[in-house]
């Protein structure tokens, strides 16, 4: 699935091809991408506005129209956007056309992408507010704002990173990562680190989620970007699907465990197993 950095790829793509213009047609070919808003609903209140700006919040793409309208788009499993593409694709759900001749379509083989419609700037503060936590890479997220967040927790804290309402944009891949940069163990309490490791986490986070910037995304089932290349961070991955092989720091093998239903690699030298895992499998 598509995590912060995949959309923020994307974004760094489109904003500058796109802001500015204004969209002349959107064409809903699956009227289950914005349900239960009506097609003709959403189209009526996005066509014919201008793009002001193209943001990112955690996995969100926000489309900010003029008078307030936000399109916000969530890829999910199998989302991508295609800018001006060469041929007609599969699974096309959305067609949008902008001011000079530029074309957009929405590609999701299995249908779980979003597109919901956001009415004023204090709607979307809102909408934003009840779903997501903070921004990885806003201020507000410091070593103390993150323990604070995890106090009194007893959850691993991998399951404590995914969830979108603590953290916004993290998902399997960059959790895994981020907590081998840390040397943190993913069934660890999510509450009973050190000061210092809540420090370290909060580093690790950005440093993975800036590598995966870096490298345009992680491709490792359909993520494509707008130019419809594969990102390179797959390549890159510490321990993410690196079961068996050696670990780049000490050597021993990463092994696969599964927490909270997500398979999870980890170094279990570089990451000590709790003494008293809970919620899910000890390393085997
Ligand atoms: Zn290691």
Redesign the pocket.
Known sequence: MPELPEVETIRRRLAPALVGARVTSIEIRDPRWCAPLAPAELADAVAGRRLEALERRGKYLDWALEDEIHLLMHLRMTGALLLDPAAEMPYTRVEMTFEGDRRLLFVDPRRFGTGELVAGDAALAAFYAARLGVEPFDEAFTGPALRALARGRRAPIKPFLLDQRHLAGVGNIYADEALFRAGVHPLRAAGSLRPIQYERLRDAVREALDAGIEARGASIDDYRDPDGVRGSFQDRFLVHLREGEP??????PIRKLVVGGRGTYV?T???PVPRRPRGGAASG
């Open positions: 670990c780049v720091v000490c050597g021993t170094c030298r570089c990451q």
